[in-house]
């Protein structure tokens, strides 16, 4: 014996529409949003484990350089800074200076940035070498500096002397590429091994 089914009533396919309105916009919402928390759970999971692995990174604050004192009276101070060679040195003189076997070893030899206060035109954060000699009112350094000439090589270095009373400097003599000291046997002579293997020596008893 067959028994029809019995027939749907209209309302309860209208209660089955509207649920499925009401949960395919919770379940298209909520499915983006479970599926980002565990994305987010996993790469912070894997963040974490990563900075566990690594050492502690501690950051490393380079102190401004603070200048070095090299003389200082009533009437002025010198003081003196490390060279920044890639920054603050024209190419063709760096060169010059690496040639001469200085570029590795100028912390060895003392060439250094000079600083004057008051500030004096012309000498003042010109490249100096080692020898710092007071003498008779003033001071006798050593100035390094470019050539500027074609034909020739591209720095030289003076022997200057700078004036207390005045604040006025002077070139006294060409010594080329060799760093100049005061002679352990005579304070008044000047001595410097050239880059030749040749010695430089300049007596210093009057300046004219």
């Given at each position: 014996m067959h028994i029809p089914p019995?027939?749907?009533?209209?309302?309860?396919?209208?209660?089955?529409?509207l649920l499925l309105l009401i949960l395919l916009p919770v379940v298209l919402i909520a499915l983006p949003i479970a599926l980002l928390f565990v994305l987010g759970y996993w790469l912070m999971d894997m963040l974490k484990k990563k900075?566990?692995?690594?050492?502690?990174?501690?950051a490393i604050l380079q102190e401004p350089e603070l200048p070095k004192e090299l003389f200082q009276n009533e009437q002025?101070?010198?003081t003196t800074i490390e060279?920044?060679?890639?920054?603050?040195?024209?190419?063709?003189?760096?060169?010059w200076i690496h040639e001469l076997g200085w570029r590795d070893e100028y912390e060895e030899l003392s060439l250094?940035?000079?600083?004057?206060?008051?500030?004096?035109?012309?000498l003042h954060?010109?490249?100096?070498g080692p020898l710092c000699k007071e003498w008779n009112g003033?001071?006798?350094?050593?100035?390094?500096?470019?050539?500027?000439?074609?034909?020739?090589?591209?720095?030289?270095?003076?022997?200057v002397y700078l004036n207390y009373s005045t604040l006025t400097w002077e070139r006294v003599e060409e010594v080329g590429p060799a760093y100049l000291e005061v002679s352990s046997n005579?304070?008044?002579?000047?001595?410097?091994?050239?880059?030749d293997g040749s010695q430089l020596w300049l007596r210093i008893d009057a300046l004219v």
């Amino acid at each position: 014996m067959h028994i029809p089914p019995k027939p749907e009533h209209w309302y309860g396919r209208t209660v089955n529409w509207l649920l499925l309105l009401i949960l395919l916009p919770v379940v298209l919402i909520a499915l983006p949003i479970a599926l980002l928390f565990v994305l987010g759970y996993w790469l912070m999971d894997m963040l974490k484990k990563k900075l566990e692995d690594k050492e502690p990174l501690v950051a490393i604050l380079q102190e401004p350089e603070l200048p070095k004192e090299l003389f200082q009276n009533e009437q002025l101070r010198l003081t003196t800074i490390e060279i920044d060679w890639d920054a603050d040195v024209e190419q063709a003189f760096d060169e010059w200076i690496h040639e001469l076997g200085w570029r590795d070893e100028y912390e060895e030899l003392s060439l250094k940035r000079l600083l004057t206060q008051p500030e004096i035109a012309g000498l003042h954060r010109q490249l100096i070498g080692p020898l710092c000699k007071e003498w008779n009112g003033g001071l006798f350094l050593q100035v390094f500096e470019p050539t500027m000439t074609s034909g020739k090589p591209a720095g030289t270095s003076w022997l200057v002397y700078l004036n207390y009373s005045t604040l006025t400097w002077e070139r006294v003599e060409e010594v080329g590429p060799a760093y100049l000291e005061v002679s352990s046997n005579d304070p008044g002579m000047l001595q410097a091994d050239c880059n030749d293997g040749s010695q430089l020596w300049l007596r210093i008893d009057a300046l004219v």
